[in-house]
């Protein structure tokens, strides 16, 4: 058993009596109490919700701690272009064309010496986000480092030695999962520099160095809502309405850019010290092949269809179904994952949980009707997680196009219904909302004039009180790490060409 919670839970009893959790202990779950779709909702939602049991003190793990999940690319999806070494000479020095593009038309002029470091924010798979001080101006930064030889060299690669022959027999042999960790890198970059949104965190600077890519990032104090949902255990549904806002006003920007965030989880949302929501780590991001010309073109991107992806990745616990099976899935993922959040902040832990993605997957699998949702959660709640828990794609919820309210009637499909199950009202209008002012939220005036339902306690932005000490007592020296593979990392040091940057002038004075 994963989660202490589980036990509790076994507790809990639904408006009918039936439990949560199946006496065996297992929560493969088998009712959804959702109203019906597409009935009005104002008229027989219950105004008041009933106070939802806090967990404190019940222990969360964090999701990042599970193993990665291993990419998987069926032959038939398309594979962003990245300089490899195997490449024929054409199309390198056509990429590294891009690159000199690239890197003229950014400012080197930040390095690592130009920041001091204060403590440890978190650690990721590839290195440690550090808070930073810039040395002449004193602002603070988070510094997302990222191993250049994590990058490059697969862990199962890792025992072998740096010769030349060797060193060619890794970077062929791991080309395509070489090229995938490459774009991530570089997505997460391109994403950033060219994205701006309040609830989506801003990229100041991004250089390297011979062992590691640096991403000096806006630094966000009030630290993971992971870590206040550990203090607090579960939240009340008006907090949970509100997030589940920003959050959702953040997605909706990404996909009208073309974006799938594809890692929802409480560790990548942090909060400001105003107590607003802030997505970080775009690390798994994906860029769609439309909209290339939206976001820049740092290097090559033939890309995968928005509508159709199908790399195996993500956190599994909040991860899509029809992510988990290999299928091609679209934007609409994200949708699922918010609804696994939602579900996370009001229960306490995610709808499905397990040590893999295929325990987390046969449970979805046998789980024929959706997850069962407490007596203790409003209708309006209950009614938001059926439709965006729906395991069919198809039938879940489509955020992006039942957004909101529009006068056009006639060309849209809103207020139809193309197919009996498909979801078709529109989510802003959705009474769990009723107190969220959209326009504020979506200008971003309610971040600079309303504090959010939780202000995070900051006495000393210095000191990161809101993070984990498990991290902020780490020590930011890589003494005890003995760099693997600094020979391959040297040769193939041309890979990471391009990923400077520096934001313009008046964005960096727009912040600061
Ligand atoms: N801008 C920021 N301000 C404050 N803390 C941050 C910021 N960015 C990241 N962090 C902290 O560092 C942690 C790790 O960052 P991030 O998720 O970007 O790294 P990662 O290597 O992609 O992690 P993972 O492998 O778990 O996906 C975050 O969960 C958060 O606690």
Redesign the pocket.
Known sequence: MIFSLDEELQNLRLDDGSAIIDDDGDDDISISKTIDEGATLRTHLSVDAKPIPSQKGVSRRRS?ALE?FQVITPANSSKIKIPTIGTSPTSLEKSENLIESCIKRSSLSRDLYDFKPVRV???????K?I?VKDKSTHKLY?M?Q?KKAEIIIDNSNKEVDSDDDNLDNILTKSDSDLSKRLERTFAEKTILSDLEHPNI?KLFYAFHDESKLYLL?????G??L?FHLKEHGTLQEDTVAFYTAEISCALKFLHSKGIVYR?LKP??C?LNERGHLVL??F??SKIAVEQNEDVGEDHEAEGENITELYSIIGTPEYCAPEILQGLPYSQNCDWYSLGCLIYDMLIGKPPYTGVNHKIILNKIQKDKQGPKLPYYLSDGMKDVLGALLKKESKKRWDVDQYWKETNDKSGSKQGKKKNKKERTSTFQSHFIFRKVDWKLMESGESQKKTLGPIVPIITNWELAEN?DSE?TSMSYEDSEEIIDGIEIVRKSDYLFKGFSYKASGSYLERYF
Do not use: H, W
């Not at 924010?121 to 290195?127: H, Q």
């Not at 990032?217 to 104090?221: C, E």
């Open positions: 990042s990665k924010l978190g650690k990721g798979a590839y290195g986000v808070l988070a997302k990222l965190v990032l806006q630094y966000i104090p630290g993971e992971f890692d560790e990548n942090l970080t780590d690390g798994l993070f991290f």
